[in-house]
């Protein structure tokens, strides 16, 4: 089976970036395998990619690059949808690549990654390619003018994918799209390949982007309350972003330096985790949860807020993790507190959170795509009618209701 991926840009670093190249390269060991990247920045990517999966670059942006100097390339996008994030980084260009990639693609499934790129998929794939858009953020993370977009585009689709459970009952409640399976498969996180912590380390590790959503804010004030109470302990946060200096200065009218670290962006982050005893999270929101996984398969228990959408999917509350209420500093800090002070229930915590997260290796990940694969193909005629019959019904109800003006 041919299977194509469309990204945004491989060559770049992200959560979904390495959950798709994880995906391919389990897939690459039965299938042919090829990831589109709709840009590229930089000669070679920055993440590993398996010598089996075949990268296909559309719009090269480097400088001097021979695309540089075509008119396309700064005149804005036509078909990329003007409500998504990344509208401006695509261009007139990038619509007439995906068109005349897609539609000479010869891939028996084509899967896209980011809600614009889904859009292309559903313009322009070929009929008989199984169309399927992976959502690796939330339905409620987006606009409602992004959502209206993608409600009259996804009905071509195939399949949307959501990463939890919660997040596809959300689609199924409020984006009509007959002949459609919505459902959730989550990201793939691969075994990490090194020993599993023993838990004796004083350090609390967090990592992700240093925006506000992340509340790293709120993870800094609560190790506040238990540095006082445990002063060997400290706190490293991996990440970069808008509130770098927000961040630092909280650290130091907290009383904190040197105790709490910004250690800048480093990926991977496992073996960065792998020297830490706790690994935390304060998000507001969290479509997935990958830091979490992360940290579990290296036999680290988490302490994160019970945020939408991710977090509740991942921790067993009190067996491979602890959960908090978002925003509430006291009961963070007293996670943190409990874990801290009691290592042989940290031990353990950890022996069951390296466990459980198991369920996230690639292996099994690509097995979950392997079978929407299967049903989809076997149920091709039927979801085309459910599609068909809608159509009917919707021009009969406008029909309707002109003549009732």
């Not at 499934?109 to 614009?116: C, K, L, M, S």
């Amino acid at each position: 089976m041919k299977i194509t991926f469309l990204i945004h840009n491989v060559y770049a670093i992200g959560g979904t970036i390495r959950t798709t190249l994880n995906l391919a390269g389990v897939l690459a060991d039965q299938h042919e395998v090829t990831i589109v990247s709709m840009l590229r920045h930089r000669t070679r990517p920055r993440f590993v990619i398996d010598p089996r999966v075949t990268v296909v670059p559309l719009v090269d942006i480097r400088e001097n690059s021979a695309d540089e100097g075509d008119p396309l390339l700064h005149r804005p996008a036509e078909v990329f949808p003007t409500a998504e994030k990344r509208y401006k980084q695509y261009s007139r260009l990038t619509d007439q690549r995906a068109r005349e990639y897609l539609r000479s693609c010869d891939a028996d499934v084509i899967i896209g990654t980011r809600p614009g790129i889904n859009v292309y998929l559903a313009r322009f794939a070929p009929p008989r390619a199984l169309r399927i858009a992976q959502e690796h953020l939330t339905h409620d993370t987006h606009t409602k003018k992004l959502r209206a977009q993608l409600a009259r585009q996804y009905r071509d689709l195939d399949a949307v994918v959501t990463t939890t459970d919660a997040d596809a009952a959300v689609y199924r409640a409020r984006m009509r799209l007959p002949g459609v399976r919505i459902l959730a498969i989550p990201n793939s996180v691969p075994d990490p390949g090194l020993p599993p912590t023993d838990g004796s380390a004083p350090v609390i590790a967090a990592a992700g982007r240093l925006v506000r959503a992340k509340r790293f804010d709120l993870l800094i004030e609560a190790f506040t309350d238990v540095a006082a109470k445990h002063p060997d302990w400290s706190l490293r946060v991996y990440g970069a972003g808008a509130d770098k200096e927000r961040l630092q200065r909280l650290i130091e009218e907290q009383g904190l330096g040197g105790r709490a670290v910004l250690m800048g962006a480093v990926s991977p982050i496992e073996a960065e985790f792998a020297k830490a005893s706790i690994v935390a999270s304060a998000s507001d929101a969290e479509s997935f949860g990958m830091t979490l996984v992360e940290a579990m398969r290296c036999g680290i228990p988490v302490v994160a807020t019970d945020c939408p959408l991710g977090p509740a999917e991942i921790i067993d509350e009190g067996v491979d993790g602890r959960l908090v209420p978002m925003g509430d500093r006291q009961a963070l800090a007293a996670a943190l507190g409990d874990l801290i002070a009691d290592e042989s229930g940290r031990r353990r915590m950890g022996e069951a959170a390296r466990a459980a997260a198991r369920r996230f290796d690639p292996a099994h990940v690509a097995h979950a795509y392997e079978e929407l694969f299967g049903d989809l193909a076997a149920t091709r005629s039927p979801r085309a009618w459910q599609r068909r019959k809608a159509h009917w019904r919707n021009r009969a109800g406008r029909a309707l209701r002109r003549l009732r003006r």
